[in-house]
Antibody, heavy 125, light 104 residues
């Protein structure tokens, strides 16, 4: 059973850069079709940030696209998230997850089967 | 982006009740719909993928149905451990806003 663990600073200053890493254990990072980041502001719902494929293709939430970069390090079995120019609105629990696929009605569908426990990032001076 | 709308936003139910949560997509998405359960302070847990496929290890009292734009998550007999917030998601993209299931 693959396990994911987020790590990174819990406090980031406004206008700074949020950087998180998700370490994958119990399996290879090649086991996932895609790898994704999701966040949850305090008391709010889930928000997709973006994802990266094992081949290195990326997709980002249009609302965050200009500030987000997701990268993959196959040699370390991990992937990372950077969010630039952060504000208090970026305060949230950040989750990483594995994305698997299935072939549906003429194209591929996806689902998030394994998640990290989440890490709280607070943006404050 | 396809928008996902869940209803109701919250509900109160008793142990043993049959509970139904609805998710509507702003355009047709075939069966590309997943359901997750989230308890406070925990990561979401996959329950259903491809609209009706039960994830391994998930109790059979959970079931999903629907196709196109309208989808349903049903808990046939609510158990104490099922009190949580439930989210639908279109494939690996937009989530619904969540439905909180509370104890009546």
């Amino acid at each position: 059973q693959v396990q994911l663990q987020e790590s990174g600073p819990g406090l980031v200053k406004p206008s700074g850069t949020l950087s998180l890493t998700c370490a994958v254990s119990g399996g290879s990072i090649s086991s996932g079709k895609w790898w994704t980041w999701v966040r949850q502001a305090p008391g709010k719902g889930l928000e997709r940030i973006g994802e990266i494929s094992y081949s290195g293709y990326t997709n980002y939430n249009p609302s965050l696209k200009s500030r987000v970069t997701i990268s993959l390090d196959k040699s370390r079995n991990q992937f990372s998230l950077k969010v630039t120019s952060v504000t208090a609105a970026d305060t949230a629990v950040y989750f990483c997850a594995r994305v698997l696929d299935y072939y549906g009605s003429g194209s591929y569908g996806y689902y998030l089967d394994s998640w990290g426990q989440g890490t709280l990032v607070t943006v404050s001076s | 982006d396809v928008q996902m709308t869940q209803s109701p936003p919250s509900l109160s139910a008793s142990v043993g009740d049959r509970v139904t949560i609805t998710c509507r997509a702003s355009q047709t998405i075939s069966n590309y719909l997943n359901w997750y359960q989230q308890k406070p302070g925990k990561a979401p847990k996959l329950l259903i993928f491809a609209a009706s496929s039960l994830q391994s290890g998930v109790p059979s009292r959970f079931s999903g149905s629907g196709s196109g734009t309208d989808f349903t998550l049903t808990i046939s007999s609510l158990q104490p451990e099922d009190f949580a917030t439930y989210y639908c998601q279109h494939s690996k993209w937009m989530f619904g806003q969540g439905t909180k299931v509370a104890i009546k």
